[in-house]
């Protein structure tokens, strides 16, 4: 089975890196991930090819590019 998660909230959560496994969530619409610690955003992000909200508000703690 695939996973067919449409809405995360991950915000509030101390989170410092979003793991790689994002990506495997296809189906994947919108993403909030406000007001963590993040420093990661994995490139398998870009495999959620139906994402069409990502908000992330601050604080990004030295977000590698």
Do not use: M
Request: charged letters at 25%.
């Amino acid at each position: 089975l695939k996973p067919t998660k449409r809405y995360l909230d991950l915000s509030r959560n101390k989170i410092r890196e979003l793991p790689a496994q994002i990506g495997f969530i296809p189906t994947l619409v919108e993403l909030y991930c406000s007001f963590n610690k993040l420093t990661v955003i994995p490139p398998e992000i870009g495999r959620c090819v139906n994402l069409e909200v990502f908000k992330v508000r601050f604080p990004l703690l030295n977000l590698a590019r």
